[in-house]
């Protein structure tokens, strides 16, 4: 791939450099040391992947990555010092278009840091490459005890990827789903961040946000969020789990997994709504819900950070509805009820 740098520090861009160049696989293009830099070079040239800091002087990761997306759009990195400190503005960053985030290896000093930069490097590599029709197998949820319990009239299930984090902070701020409905969010971002983005979210709605865990038990007036980079199950006994099947899918936790486990398993009335985001991840999945005689929603390419999955599934007619961003919390409270909208 065609790499960029930005970063203020001369000796972080520098090993950056060096890093990427020792691959062989990537090539890096420009390095740039500041935000409004990044802009320029980027227009003049545009990279495949931007490696991206957060923390600059002038303007900021999360202004320089509103505006490269809109000026000249490509996947960006965030990588910068201590992400888990900075969570407001990493996750106004992946709101603004942001692919995903890590910590700056040469700044943390922990072993094994500079190999998981390189692997996050490789899986947006697939990701670019993986801007096809979707291969996504459902991956067979392992068996649970049914329990008994008053399960939620309407499921609402949302997926979304780069600029997701804003998107459904909008959504969620706008309309407050009735008692007996329940909301699950497959987001795709790094397990690392999962626990610190739904503490952010649930601060932005004024609501919390429940993470998953293993073999957790669905239950009404709760919004739920996916946790670990495997993909987020669920069957019939109404418990989620994960699977790491299918393995080579490069969007984690996959959106369309998750989908299609609620079209095949799910017997009430059911949502599905695909957001902003980079890639594929949801379409077909969404198709399957649709098919199943569920409404399908996807965010207009007017109101999308990247108009990537939601377009996959205008394309193969996965989406009964398109719908600007602001719109679809209206929607939702005509649909279901609740608060605002």
């Known amino acids: 791939m065609r790499i960029a740098i930005v970063n203020d520090v001369v000796l972080i861009g520098e090993a950056l450099r060096r890093m ?15 935000g409004e830099q990044a802009v320029q ?7 495949d992947l931007i490696l991206m800091d957060l923390l600059m002087p002038g303007i900021d990761g999360v202004e320089t990555t509103r505006r490269i997306m809109q000026e000249a759009p490509c996947a960006i990195l965030l990588v910068t010092a201590s992400p888990e400190d900075n969570t407001g503005l990493v996750f106004r960053a992946l709101g603004a278009g942001a692919l995903d985030v890590t910590a700056t290896p040469i700044i943390t000093g ?10 996050k490097i490789r899986t947006i590599g697939k990701l670019i490459a993986a801007d096809k029709p979707s291969s996504a197998r459902t991956a067979s949820p392992g068996k649970v005890t049914s329990e008994t319990g008053t399960e939620p009239r309407t499921l609402v299930t949302i997926g979304s990827s780069t600029g997701g984090p804003v998107a459904l902070a909008r959504i969620l701020g706008a ?41 957790m038990r669905l239950e009404r007036d709760r919004i739920y969020m996916a946790k670990t980079n495997d993909h987020l199950v669920f069957d019939g006994d109404r418990k989620f789990s994960y699977s790491a099947n299918p393995r080579d899918y490069p969007y984690r936790p996959s959106v369309d997994v998750f ?17 902003t985001g980079m890639g594929r991840d949801g379409a077909q999945g969404l198709l399957a819900m649709r098919h199943a005689a569920m409404l399908t929603i996807t965010q207009d390419q007017a109101s999308s950070a990247v108009y990537g999955m939601p ?8 989406a009964e509805l398109v719908l600007p961003l602001e719109r679809i919390a209206g929607e939702l409270g005509q649909r279901v009820g609740g608060r605002g909208g």
């Open 259 to 275: 989908f299609r486990c609620v079209a095949l398993h799910w017997h009430g009335n059911a949502i599905g709504i695909l957001l």
């Open 110 to 119: 922990k072993p094994g840091m500079d190999s998981a930069l390189l692997a």
């Open 20 to 34: 990427i160049v020792q691959t062989s696989e990537h090539q890096v293009i420009w390095v740039a040391r500041d």
């Open 311 to 318: 377009r996959a599934a205008a394309e193969i007619g996965a």
């Open 175 to 215: 309309w407050t789903p009735p008692e007996d409905c329940t909301v699950v969010i497959v987001q795709h971002i790094d397990e690392n961040f999962t626990d610190s983005f739904a503490k952010w979210l649930g601060q932005q709605i004024k609501r919390p946000i429940t993470v998953i865990e293993d073999h």
């Open 41 to 47: 070079f980027c227009s003049q040239n545009r990279p």
